[in-house]
């Protein structure tokens, strides 16, 4: 359990956090809508460098990266076993690993997760097979929302590290760059432009 201290530090940052995201919803609201997120190859590249994230970290993020966007086509419980393994492992030692890399792991984790359980229909063994034939797919794949939710956390954490800003902050504003881009992406809508990395 974290100590008072570093939690009322943690609630504290909040405010600068959201002064991050307001700065870049300002500074991006001129920019065109995505379907997508944009390729994270630079972002990602972006965030070694303003966060100055060890090679090892850094190759594990890459990792799961590399899951998110799902260039080998993988099924969603495969990408979700995968990205959970990476977890685990960075999870097992966390004082050994960049905080903020820690933070978009398990960022991407509970988002995999979350998006597995979605989309596994429910069923209290009352329902007919009529019932359970309804397509219970969300407007977008499970891995789109995935994909937006670790792009965002990318996206949001640069954005935080690029400012300056301590690694409450970077951390803040990864989770809330996430939040906004896999409710956006899961509610049908575009990828927040605002997120996007010039």
Known sequence: MASTSSLTSFAAAAGE??????????????????ATPP???????????????????FEKLSQIVALATNKSKLSLAETQAQIRQIDEELQRKPAAVHPLVLALSSIANDSATTT????????NGNKSKKQLDKPTTPVVTGTGVVLADVAGAV???YLAAKAGKSYNIMILTAITAASIASGAIAGGEEFPHFLSVE
């Open 17 to 34: 956090a959201h002064g991050v995201m307001v700065a870049a919803i300002i500074r991006g609201s001129r920019g065109k809508a995505r």
């Open 39 to 57: 390729p994270l190859e630079r972002p990602l590249a972006q965030l070694r460098e303003s966060a100055k994230l060890p090679v090892k970290d």
């Open 116 to 123: 597995l359980a979605a989309q596994k229909p429910a069923t």
């Open 155 to 157: 996206i949001g954490g």
